[in-house]
């Protein structure tokens, strides 16, 4: 299920409702992607509160008032949390009965905040001495600094160091660790990803390990959840960056879902290799996409993926097309970092109708017989 708070605050944020709710604080005005205002919970005449532009969410650097907007509300002008939720509700023109119940947003509000500010300590710490060996590796895959930055990637540093923070030099709150605990298992030092929801509050996070499998040892996806929430595997990679998108790439993997996005040609989700695609789908029409482009990975099993789900989402009558990647290049990735942008915008223009991609490809990816595909 949908949380019906991720929904509301989607639509806000969409709406730019940060206006209305902070709009009247002294000094507020626009910084890079949100906003700056004199914070009303201490006395200053200083902007000091923080009010993020793509997630529901503030932070007074003087006296450290943090939270979201539920939290502002009821703060500012004494709501208990029904008069706030209803409040948020009417603006983005939903129904308030019985939307949200008071200890889940509770629950999920900490893990979002504790989430963001161990986030930060990790982004830190890729671009000091602990995170060299990530950043090389980062820089080594071809991305550049300032792509890397966009990314607002993080190093982790593995969960034994983690058992010993003050080891990796990362201090956090120490309920930081509950959240974490969700996650499934060991997970050594790598680059870390922060998953968000379609509101854009970060609920998840996934690492990169660096270090895969060491000889003799059986292979191992390098793609650790180290948290995860209950919505997770239902929620497009990247979905809050593109709701509303009359047109969305959809691609596999982390680095070519975060590298389309710092392109910015087009939107862009990334449903993973072993998610349900037709669900997380399914989500982002909810949250207002529209159409969407498939680009299958080049191995065999990448392009059965991609029928499989082109093929359900037409029947679910979705409008997909399919674009292809010249022979040669092994994903969406490799071919971004290689070539140019140019190619891409004309890769982009010559895509497909998923059902004229499927009559080509679709006998030759479910059977038996050697891959076959049209060559650009
Ligand atoms: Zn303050």
Redesign the pocket.
Known sequence: MTSTLETIYALLIDAEYQLELFGDLPSFSRRGTGFLAC????R?SWP??IVAGDRPEYF??????RGDWLDFLMARYGLDFDQAVERLARAAGCSPAGLVEENAWRAERDRAVMLEAFMEACMAALWSEEGQEALHWLVSRGYATREIRGMGLGFFPGHEEWAAPSACGISLPTSTGAAMARGNEETLPGVLIPYRDASGRLMGLVCRELSGTGEGMPARDPYRAVATWDDMDRTPFLLHRCRGAAETLVVEGFFDTLLVDQVRLIPVVGIGRGGDAVRMLDKAVLFGCRSFTLVPGASREGLARAAETARAMAEGGLDVHVMELPKGYGDLDEFIRKTCLDRFGALLKGRKRAGEWLERVGPHVSGTTPRQRGGH
């Open positions: 914070c009303p919970f201490h200053d000091t509160l007074c650097y003087a006296c450290s008032a």
